[in-house]
C-alpha cells in the first residue's frame, strides 16, 4: 500500500509540473553548434546561483552522476562533467564538491555536449556538462562554518575553508573539509522475535551511528610546452563510532555493541593534456591511492562475548593514455589505453568468549593486474543523426593468497554501438547496445561480521565478474529552453550474476558472496526538470527509477529478484529564489519507496524506509555573506526490517522463527555562514 501511495505521488508531482510549465518557445539563453549546447551565466541569473553546483542543477535534460571510487581504473569511474574540457584527476573527489568550490561568478559558460561530438570520449554517458571557468587573473578565498545537531543530543561543528588563484593560465586550489554525520542507522525502536509454537518475545532497541570525515585536498595546473599539466594530492580520513543496546528481552540480560572504525586513505595524480597539430587531442594521466583502515566491534551478553577485528590495506594505480583525432566536422577517431595494478590485505578474526573462531577468507590478500585496451569512431552521416561505435578488451590477472591461494586470468571483449537521432530541436532518441562487465568488491574475498545485526560472512576465493549485454533506450523532449523531460529503458541480460551463496568449511556453514548463474534487469527511468509558472523564479525537478530482476535462487532452484536491488527509487524536489528577500529556499523528498530484499542461505531479510525530507533556506547578507539553514527529518523517520529464519537452509522445511525491527531515525537540523571574498 504504501508503494502504491509513492508513485501516486510521484505521478501527481508530475503532472502537476507539466501543468505549470509554460510553453514551448524558442531557446534564447543556449546557443551551440556541432552538439554542444553553451548556457551563459545570464541563464542562472534568476535563482542567484551560489556556486557551478546550482548552476549544472538547473541545466535541462541533464542530471549528474557522481563517479564511483569502488570501481577500479579510471574509464568506468568518472563521473560525467568535465572542467575546462577534462575529467578531474580525481575519481575519490565527489563532483558535487569540486563543483561547490567553483563560485558562480567564476563561471564563463556551462555546455551540454551530446554522444557522437567529434574529439569528445564521452565515456558512455548520453551527455556531459562541461564547466569553463574564467581565464581572468583572481584570487577567492571562502571560509565556510556551521553546527549541526539532533533532537536525540547529538551535535557536532562542521566547516570548509576554500582557496583560489588564477594567474597568467595557472590555477592553484586548495581546500580543508571537516563534514560530520548522523547515520540512517541511528534510532531507537522494538525487536519482536517469534519462534514457531513459542511467545512473542518483544525487546527495546537504540542504536546510534556517528562519523567525522576530514579532508584536505590540493590541485594546481599550468601550461608546459602546447600542453597542461595538473597534480592533484589529498588525504582523507573517516571516523565511524556505532553504539546500540537491545534491553528487556525473554532472558533478562541487556546485549551492548560499540564499534569503531578508522579509515585513512592519500591519494596523488597527475594529467597532461597535449592540443596537438590540427584536431587531435593526447591526454596521459597516473595516480596512486594508498588506504588503511581499522575496525574493532565488539557484542556483550550476560557471560557471552563476542570480538570482530578488522584489520587491512587497500591500493590502487593507474596510467592511462587517450587519443582522440577529428578527421573532418562529422568524423572523429579515439584510441585508450589503461593499466591498472589494485590491491587489498585484509587479516581479520572473529572471537566468541574468546576463542577463534574460523571464517574462510579471514586472511586474505588479493592483487589484480588489469589492461584495457579501446578504439572507436563517432560519424555524423547527416546533420539529425549520429553514430557512435566502439570496442574495448580486458585481460586481467587475479591472485590471491592466505587462506586459500588461487590465480585467475579474464579476458573480455566490450563492444558498443550507439546511435542518436534529433528530428527536431525539441526531441532526441537514443539507442545503444553494448557489452558491459562488473567489478568485483575486493572486500567480498574477505569475511566481514555485524555483530549487533547477528550476521557473518565468509569471504569467497571463487568470484568472478558478472558481465551483460545491455540494450538502452531513451527519449528527451524540451517544453522550452528550460523545461525537459527524459524516459529511458535499460535491459540487461546477466551472466554469472555476482548474489549470495552457501560456503562450508569443516562442520561450519556461512553464507558469502558468490556468483549463482544467469538473470536479467529491466530499469525504468525518468528525470523532469520544469519552471513552475504560477509562482516565479520556482521549479520541479524529479527523478525516479523502477527496476525489476530475476535470478534462479541457488538455495530454493526458484525465480527471484536479484538481493539488496531496490524496486523503485526516487526524489522531488522543489526550489523557487525570492529576489526581493534575497532568499533561495526549497523542500527535497526522497527515499520515495525504497525497499529491498536481501537472501542468505538460511534467512530472507526486507528492508523498508519511510520517505525523507529537507527543507532549506539561504539568504544573502550582500555580496559576501550567505547563511544557509537545513532541517531533514526532524519528526523522525521510520525504517522496517523483517527477517524469516531457518534452522537449516531455506530448501529444508518451513521458518523457524521471525524477527521484525523497526526504529525511528531522529533527523538533524544545521546552520552554517558563508563568507566569501575575491573572484
Known sequence: MRQNRTHTLVHGC????????????????????????????????????????????????????????????????????????????????????????????????????????????????????????????????????????????????????????????????????????????????????????????????????????????????????????????????????????????????????????????????????????????????????????????????????????????????????????????????????????????????????????????????????????????TWQPADDWTLEAGMRQEKSDLAQTGDEDLERRFTYPKPRVALRWNPDDANQWRLSVSREVGQLDFSDFAASASLEGGTVSAGNAQLKPDSSWRTAFSWEHHFSEDAAVTLGWIHDRISDVVDRVLVQQGDEIFDAPGNIGDGRRDTLSLDLSVPVAVLPNARIRTTALWRTSQVTDPVTGQARGISEEKPFEGEIEFTQEVASLQLNWGILLEHLGERETKYRYDRVTRESEDAGWTLFAEHRMGEHWRLRAEVTDLFGRDFREQRWNWDDTRANGPVSDTELRKRVSPGTVSLTIRRSVGG
Open 14 to 377: 508530475l503532472l502537476l509540473a507539466a501543468a505549470f510549465a509554460p510553453p514551448a518557445h524558442a531557446q534564447t539563453a543556449a546557443s551551440g553548434q556541432g552538439g554542444r549546447s553553451a548556457y551563459p551565466p545570464e541563464y542562472f541569473s534568476d535563482t542567484a546561483p551560489a556556486n557551478a553546483y546550482d548552476m549544472v542543477l538547473r541545466l535541462p535534460g541533464f542530471t549528474l552522476v557522481e563517479a564511483d571510487a569502488d570501481v577500479r581504473g579510471y574509464a568506468g569511474a568518472s563521473g560525467n562533467v568535465l572542467f575546462d574540457g577534462t575529467r578531474p584527476t580525481s575519481k575519490r573527489e565527489s563532483l558535487s564538491g569540486l563543483l561547490k568550490r567553483i563560485p558562480a561568478r567564476s563561471v564563463e559558460r556551462i555546455e551540454l555536449i551530446q554522444a557522437g561530438t567529434p574529439g569528445v570520449d564521452m565515456g558512455g554517458y548520453p551527455v556531459l556538462a562541461n564547466v569553463v571557468r574564467r581565464s581572468a587573473a583572481s584570487t577567492e578565498l571562502a571560509l565556510e562554518a556551521g553546527m549541526i545537531a539532533s533532537p536525540n543530543g547529538w551535535t557536532a561543528p562542521q566547516g570548509e575553508l576554500e582557496y583560489g588563484r588564477r594567474w597568467n593560465e595557472q590555477a592553484l586550489d586548495l581546500a580543508l573539509k571537516l563534514e560530520p554525520e548522523l547515520d540512517d542507522d541511528t534510532g531507537k525502536g522494538s525487536i519482536v522475535e517469534q519462534e514457531v509454537g513459542s511467545d512473542i518475545v518483544r525487546s527495546d532497541w537504540d542504536t546510534r551511528t556517528t562519523k567525522r570525515k576530514e579532508e584536505a585536498s590540493a590541485s594546481w595546473r599550468r601550461p608546459i610546452g602546447a600542453g597542461q599539466l595538473s597534480l592533484v594530492g589529498a588525504a582523507r580520513a573517516e571516523y565511524t563510532d556505532t553504539d546500540g543496546t537491545i534491553s528487556g528481552g525473554g532472558d533478562g540480560d541487556d546485549e551492548v555493541s560499540r564499534e569503531r572504525e578508522t579509515y585513512r586513505e592519500t591519494e596523488l595524480g597527475a594529467r597532461y593534456v597535449l592540443q596537438m597539430r590540427g584536431r587531435t587531442t593526447l591526454e596521459m594521466m597516473a595516480s596512486r591511492q594508498r588506504a588503511d583502515i581499522d575496525n574493532v566491534e565488539e557484542s556483550f551478553e550476560g557471560d557471552d562475548e563476542e570480538r570482530f577485528d578488522e584489520d587491512g590495506r587497500s591500493g590502487e594505480s593507474i596510467v592511462r593514455l587517450d587519443l582522440t583525432h577529428a578527421a573532418t566536422d562529422t568524423l572523429a577517431f579515439n584510441a585508450s589505453i589503461e593499466g591498472a595494478d589494485n590491491f587489498l590485505e585484509r587479516d581479520n578474526r572473529l572471537l566468541e568468549n574468546g576463542q577463534v573462531v574460523e571464517v574462510p577468507g579471514s586472511r586474505v590478500r588479493v592483487t589484480e593486474r588489469r589492461i584495457e585496451a579501446a578504439m572507436g569512431l
